[in-house]
């Protein structure tokens, strides 16, 4: 894994200069599987398959307390509007962190994130285009 370049996609992602599917592609290329968001400690940590870790901070200023109940319906909302309507990236930050969402992983290779709340209340959002596997 090459941490310079997981360090920039870092920034990028923070500066709102590169949308979701670009960061995937550059972490994918790197090595990485899965990156860990923790809004409580503000930092993101990216894994490799190998064991490495990389983490980076969440640098921006007057972020809000996690809200103590998830709200589902705001964090969809605050998804659907980075998905579809290009929402910088610290709105999205803001926004989550007022549903509730005390942190999420992306898990590169299997196409999904989850969001868990403080009572661990979950929901799992696949990558555009992804879904899960059909049990027959």
Not at 75 to 94: C, E, G, M, V
Not at 96 to 119: C, H, P
């Amino acid at each position: 894994m090459n941490t310079e370049i997981v360090a920039d996609v870092a920034r990028a992602t923070l500066a709102g200069e590169v949308a979701f599917p670009e960061v995937v592609r550059q972490l994918m290329e790197t090595g990485v599987e899965y990156y860990h968001v923790d809004y409580v400690s503000r930092s993101k940590s990216f894994y490799s398959a190998s064991g490495d870790v990389v983490t980076t901070p969440i640098s921006y200023e007057h972020l809000p307390a996690v809200a103590a109940n998830f709200d589902l319906a705001g964090l969809k909302a605050a998804i659907f509007d980075s998905q579809h309507n290009h929402q910088h990236y610290r709105d999205f930050t803001r926004r989550a962190m007022e549903a509730g969402v005390q942190g999420y992983m992306a898990f590169l290779r299997g196409q999904r994130v989850t969001y868990w709340g403080r009572d661990g209340e979950q929901h799992t959002e696949w990558f555009s285009g992804a879904a899960p596997a059909r049990a027959d």
